[in-house]
């Protein structure tokens, strides 16, 4: 509703339209929603969600398993990129045109140089890995190529992805017990030119997280600052 929001979560209104009760996606819409709730707190046995991640995170760097980091890296200095979460089930990717969309937008908003990559090229080398999972969570992270010091972006097309899959358990299709819910004291600033994208700052977030886990409920509502 107007002058409030869930945590960090913002949901086009092409994707509520499409995906509203009534239609025959409900299924995925509760997947949507699922995977949202996974990716934000830790405790979601306690709500009836699903049981514990069944194994470690793996790691993919620019295609490669791997999970040192080389410096420098623009969205570690200034969190200079991109991300998106997508929910597979036995390896495929649920909603991607919607997720690339997003993806290219912010791509065009934060000027990156190059053409926008195509989200499957990106997110292919976990697919083969994530196929043996009947449910993940897998991010993709796009940070700026490197450039000269200071905050100025280069012109190098050679943007770094980094994608972290994770196995999930749990049954997206069974109904979730009701949540316990707060008010965050945490106001989410304004700015146009990042409305509607993923990017790499979210100390809002973060602090609303640390907040909720402080007051003991399982997720706050926040509001802007009108």
């Excluded at 980094?162 to 196995?167: D, Q, S």
Aim: charged residues 20%.
């Amino acid at each position: 509703q107007s002058g409030s929001t869930w945590a960090s979560m913002r949901l086009s209104p092409q994707l509520c339209t499409a995906h509203r009760p009534g239609t025959r996606d409900t299924q995925r819409s509760h997947q949507l929603l699922w995977l949202w709730r996974h990716q934000r707190l830790t405790d979601l046995q306690s709500v009836g969600l699903n049981g514990p991640v069944s194994s470690g995170p793996e790691f993919w760097i620019n295609g490669q398993a791997g999970s040192a980091l080389s410096l420098p890296d623009r969205g570690h200095e200034f969190g200079d990129g991109l991300f998106e979460t997508l929910l597979l089930t036995s390896g495929v990717p649920q909603f991607p045109g919607y997720h690339e969309r997003r993806l290219h937008l912010g791509f065009e908003r934060l000027r990156f140089a190059g053409p926008a990559p195509a989200l499957l090229a990106l997110v292919s080398p976990a697919l083969d890995r994530a196929a043996e999972l009947p449910l993940a969570a897998l991010r993709l992270t796009l940070s700026r190529a490197p450039g000269a010091r200071g905050y100025e972006p280069g012109n190098d097309p050679g943007h770094r992805s980094v994608l972290r899959l994770t196995a999930l358990d749990g049954d997206v299709s069974e109904r979730a017990a009701p949540a316990s819910l707060g008010v965050s004291s945490i106001a989410l600033a304004s700015q146009p030119a990042l409305a509607g994208i993923k990017h790499l700052n979210r100390l809002e977030q973060v602090l609303a997280a640390a907040e909720r886990q402080h007051m003991g409920v399982d997720e706050v509502v926040t509001c802007d600052l009108s």
